[in-house]
């Protein structure tokens, strides 16, 4: 069984590096965002996101990647076999995604987030980053550090360089 869960703040790239694990070890890909948001960036109903979250995680080989809702994050560690933490100072979290936001208005954006036509609002995404910076990412690299206390394999990405070379040499 592999399970790998990624997690880490938007424009992080772990989508892309979710689909080359996935695709390299032939086993599901599941990205969050695609149960988290509806089209328009509406959320969808907490009860039907946790039945989906808890069906992809129920799964016995998987890559998930994003984030969702900060309450379902530890089900999700728990239940990995592994988990890869990307987390890159929160500039380079902007500037990817700044870029995101470039070619997604050029029409040059292969694979759009949660798989939704509609560009988020750039303001509010910028805002969305800082706030996971601020209160999110805290909680999550606790958990992460008591996840790796209890065994669980821990990988943590801190640069765009990092996240190459992981993905290169990923199994």
């Given at each position: 069984m592999m399970r790998t869960a990624i997690v880490g703040n938007a424009g992080g790239g772990q989508s892309?590096?979710?689909?080359?694990?996935?695709?390299?070890?032939?086993?599901?890909?599941?990205?969050i965002d695609s149960l988290l948001w509806q089209e328009g960036w509406i959320e969808t109903s907490r009860e039907a996101f946790e039945r989906e979250h808890a069906k992809a995680i129920a799964e016995d080989n998987w890559v998930i990647d994003g984030l969702g809702r900060l309450d379902l994050?530890?089900?999700?560690?728990?239940?990995?076999?592994?988990?890869?933490?990307?987390?890159?100072?929160?500039?380079m979290h902007f500037w990817l995604a700044a870029e995101r936001q470039i070619a997604w208005a050029r029409g040059e954006l292969e694979h759009r987030p949660g798989g939704l036509a509609g560009m988020p609002l750039t303001e509010a995404l910028f805002q969305a980053i800082w706030d996971v910076e601020q209160?999110?990412?805290?909680?999550?690299?606790?958990?992460?550090?008591?996840?790796?206390?209890?065994?669980?394999?821990?990988?943590?990405l801190q640069s765009v360089a990092d996240i190459d070379a992981f993905a290169t040499n990923y199994r």
């Amino acid at each position: 069984m592999m399970r790998t869960a990624i997690v880490g703040n938007a424009g992080g790239g772990q989508s892309t590096l979710a689909r080359l694990i996935a695709a390299k070890l032939g086993i599901q890909h599941t990205e969050i965002d695609s149960l988290l948001w509806q089209e328009g960036w509406i959320e969808t109903s907490r009860e039907a996101f946790e039945r989906e979250h808890a069906k992809a995680i129920a799964e016995d080989n998987w890559v998930i990647d994003g984030l969702g809702r900060l309450d379902l994050i530890p089900e999700r560690l728990d239940r990995a076999t592994d988990i890869v933490l990307v987390d890159m100072p929160l500039w380079m979290h902007f500037w990817l995604a700044a870029e995101r936001q470039i070619a997604w208005a050029r029409g040059e954006l292969e694979h759009r987030p949660g798989g939704l036509a509609g560009m988020p609002l750039t303001e509010a995404l910028f805002q969305a980053i800082w706030d996971v910076e601020q209160s999110w990412m805290p909680k999550i690299r606790t958990l992460c550090i008591e996840a790796e206390v209890r065994g669980k394999p821990v990988i943590r990405l801190q640069s765009v360089a990092d996240i190459d070379a992981f993905a290169t040499n990923y199994r």
